[in-house]
């Protein structure tokens, strides 16, 4: 695959999405005196400087979601929407009235309504993905591109009339939230016509479905290339260029209630398959403690019992070990939860490239905040329309194969475009292995990695050597094909 080098480097593209703090999610607050459940940091500072009468968001956390719904209306706060396998409800209340429901039977956790930030070709060929498509085969007889699987890509939005996907985006969505408290967030279907990133004015989405399933694509100056998973499916989840905590989660539950059938019962599942993995390239600036009691976290592992894998970029904040700057809801020890470090391949299709300086590190001596693998994501190029905000900043644009497809490619770097490598990949060992378990998927990723040595010694693991900086080193498609098969 020919790529030509972005001058972005390591100055990752990202959208700033909130006037507000991004505050790291750092360990929970607790008041065990008062007896009051316990509060998120972030919603814990928010209610610090709220007025009395003005309102804040909470995710309210119940030990059922009868109580939690309980609590909400007890306490008076506003009902939005829940999350009905997790237990939680998303209300609007006063510091006074979330300080109730916290005191409320059967109240196990608050968290507030954080903002986020997206993390913003590189070759196959260093992930040895374009070997696996081109000489092996998956369980059903046809060429290892994730044919039978859909990813759901919850992102700013997609393009499907993009050359690259017209024939990957199976069915497009929109997470609506209301404009004034983005606390009530519903998942509509969009006539697969709409160009949902466009409207959102974003151009991240697009790119990274571009990674995921792009179609085998000769482009004006001759050079080739395709997505880790062309014969994958794409179901687009637009949270819009700005993504708060409650449009995030609100998508994955949506992921969670409808992954057997993505585009409706109506829909066989030969023109969409079930959704197996999800690709989410965002999370709060900074990285952060792991939160095992929030939404998110409680929604991968439902996805992960269902037997649907969660994919998170590490973050693009770099770090030397000495602190933990991994994307939170990315270390969870679930099996089946997958975080991706950036790999650099120098531009030739290396697999003796480097770590790309912007990739966040986990802590040095603290294996759960490791990365937990590499995929290139650095100099990357994919789909993308150069008046869209994200896809302005390439400055490496190229033509499709159409006359009239002019800037629709342009190169971008960031962890956002190493995860969607591994969301296209787990497609693919789900092709080779329908039964796999989520927790199959992931050791097999890790037990097969390929140690390139740049970067943090590798130290001892539950599943073989890794690093603070890498995790267990760079994705190899082959192998994991043939150890999963």
């Not at 069915?171 to 709409?194: G, I, R, W």
């Not at 993505?262 to 023109?271: L, N, T």
């Amino acid at each position: 695959m020919q790529r030509r080098t972005s001058m972005l480097g390591a100055a990752v593209a990202s959208i700033a999405l909130s006037g507000l703090s991004v505050i790291p999610a750092q360990a929970e607050t607790a008041d065990s005196e008062s007896g009051l459940a316990k509060v998120q940091p972030f919603l814990a500072q928010q209610l610090a400087t709220l007025e009395a009468d003005e309102p804040a968001v909470a995710l309210v956390h119940g030990a059922t979601l009868a109580d939690a719904t309980r609590a909400v209306a007890t306490a008076g706060m506003v009902r939005s929407t829940s999350f009905d396998k997790i237990g939680v409800v998303v209300a609007a209340g006063t510091k006074q009235q979330i300080d109730k429901v916290r005191g409320a039977a059967g109240i196990t956790y608050v968290e507030g309504n954080q903002p986020l930030t997206y993390f913003q070709e590189t070759s196959n060929q260093a992930t040895r993905g374009d070997e696996a498509y081109r000489t092996l085969t998956g369980a059903n007889g046809t060429a290892l591109s994730g044919e039978g699987v859909s990813v759901g890509v919850i992102d700013s939005g997609v393009d499907p009339t993009h050359p690259y996907l017209k024939k990957a985006v199976a069915a497009s969505y929109k997470s609506l939230c209301e404009p004034l408290t983005e606390s009530l967030c519903q998942v509509v279907k969009v006539p697969n016509a709409v160009d949902t990133d466009t409207l959102s004015a974003g151009g991240h989405g697009t790119h990274v479905a571009g990674i995921v399933a792009g179609a085998p694509t000769t482009l004006s100056d001759g050079g080739r290339l395709h997505g880790a998973a062309p014969g994958a499916k794409v179901i687009s989840i637009s949270t819009g260029a700005g993504i708060l905590i409650v449009g995030a989660d609100a998508s994955l539950n949506w992921v969670l209630e409808n992954h057997a059938r993505p585009c409706g019962a109506e829909v066989s599942a030969a023109e969409c398959p079930p959704i197996k993995v999800t690709n989410n390239s965002y999370g709060p600036s900074g990285g952060g403690d792991f939160d095992p009691q929030s939404a998110t976290v409680k929604l991968q592992r439902a996805l992960a019992a269902e037997g649907v894998v969660t994919v998170w970029a590490n973050g693009n904040d770099g770090g030397d070990g000495s602190e933990s700057l991994s994307n939170p809801p990315g270390q969870d020890p679930t099996g089946g939860v997958i975080s991706v470090a950036s790999y650099y391949d120098q531009d030739t299709g290396t697999r003796s490239g480097t770590v790309s300086d912007f990739s966040s590190r986990g802590k040095q001596g603290a294996l759960s905040t490791y990365p937990d693998i590499s995929a290139p994501g650095e100099d990357i190029t994919s789909s993308c329309r150069l008046y869209l905000a994200i896809c302005s900043t390439g400055l490496d644009p190229r033509n499709g194969p159409g006359p009239l497809d002019i800037g629709t490619f342009n190169t971008i770097s960031g962890t956002s475009m190493a995860a969607p490598h591994i969301a296209g990949i787990v497609a693919q060992l789900f092709q080779a292995n329908p039964a796999a378990s989520p927790a199959q998927v992931e050791d097999t990723l890790k037990r097969t990695a390929h140690k390139f040595t740049d970067g943090a010694a590798y130290e001892a693991g539950p599943l073989g050597t890794t690093s603070y900086d890498k995790g267990h080193g760079l994705v190899d498609v082959v192998a994991a094909a043939a150890a999963i098969g």
